[in-house]
């Protein structure tokens, strides 16, 4: 597994490519083991989509801000357009909407929360910051050529047909109102047109960045509250959702501007970010029978081994060479 990881880290953009599919759809625990060669399909949507973010922000000289504001309007394409989970009352036979529900706008607010914020911070962050940690005179350099970029656009073209095309008929042909898809598409596309234009600030506050361990553990503590929280009551859900969120933006806000952020408190809030989905994913699901049990289980403790390997990939080649630059929050 070491070499396969080391032969693909040497590629960047093809490293980013699986990995994002891989975080967003299987260490999460949505599928198990023997469903891995969907990789290849879902990559076209996940890999494309977050390999186009990172590209875009490095090429323009923004910052982290704008992978996020990019990363939402990601999540608001996929789930409001495509999928469009976010209206269907019966999507995936999970009445997913029926709590907080807003009938004006056709939405349950926990489920609103928790999917757009999945897709933020684990199908596009955490992949970006992963890769770009273990690419040490790399990380803040476009990765593709322009004719490798118009390549990458045409993937995730093709990747949002496919997503679509395979939700469509799968979720009971539901197609979601005028209105939803119109607003939908304006919000997406203002979010891209402010992440354009969000530069990152330059200002250093007083005071030393914190160390990574505790980097690690104030994320693992807000991200997994945020995944516990949507199992609470509808209000708390709400509530300890928002809170996380905010708590660790806040608090990573903060930080950045510190002297003696870099590299390592970057891929400290990754890790700390992946490795709540290598838990979360053990409560994912069982199956009805023995051989579900016993290829959940599997399933469970190879992705969370494979997570291991990842992160201790990522730290040996990011500490190989000195990184000093800073994230821009």
Not at 6 to 16: E, K
Not at 27 to 50: E, R, T
Not at 256 to 267: C, D, E, K
Request: aromatic share 8%.
């Amino acid at each position: 597994m070491r070499k396969v990881l080391r032969s693909v880290l040497h590629s960047p953009a093809v490293g980013l490519y699986f990995l994002a599919p891989l975080i967003a759809e299987f260490f999460l625990g949505d599928f198990p083991i023997v469903m891995l060669p969907l990789l290849i399909p879902l990559s076209l949507w996940y890999g494309g989509g977050a390999l186009l973010i990172r590209e875009i922000v490095r090429r323009r000289g923004l910052g982290w801000r704008s992978v996020l504001l990019l990363g939402l309007a990601f999540a608001i394409i996929e789930e409001g357009l495509l999928t469009m989970s976010l209206f269907n009352p019966d999507y995936a036979d999970q009445r997913l909407l029926d709590r907080g529900h807003i009938a004006m706008l056709g939405i349950g607010v926990p489920w609103t929360i928790f999917v757009l914020a999945l897709h933020v911070g684990w199908s596009v962050a955490t992949p970006i910051a992963l890769m770009e940690t273990a690419q040490p005179g790399r990380r803040t350099e476009p990765w593709l050529s322009g004719r490798a970029l118009r390549a990458v656009v045409a993937i995730t073209v093709v990747g949002a047909v496919v997503v679509f095309g395979t939700n469509y008929p799968a979720y009971g042909h539901f197609i979601a109102s005028a209105p939803q898809l119109i607003v939908s598409a304006a919000i997406a596309a203002l979010l891209v047109a402010i992440a354009l234009l969000a530069h990152g600030s330059t200002r250093v506050d007083i005071g030393q960045a914190p160390r990574a361990g505790v980097v690690v553990a104030t994320t693992m503590l807000c991200a997994g509250a945020f995944q516990l929280g949507m199992h609470a009551p509808t209000a708390a859900a709400i509530v300890i959702m928002i809170g996380a969120i905010a708590a660790l933006l806040t608090a990573v806000a903060a930080w950045s501007r510190r002297t003696g952020w870099g590299a390592t408190q970057v891929f400290a809030v990754a890790a700390g970010m992946l490795l709540t989905y290598s838990w979360r994913a053990f409560t994912a699901g069982y199956g009805s029978g023995t051989a579900d049990l016993v290829v959940s289980l599997v399933s469970y403790t190879v992705y969370a081994l494979a997570a291991v390997a990842i992160l201790a990939t990522c730290l040996r080649r990011m500490t190989a060479a000195p990184v000093g630059a800073q994230l821009s929050a």
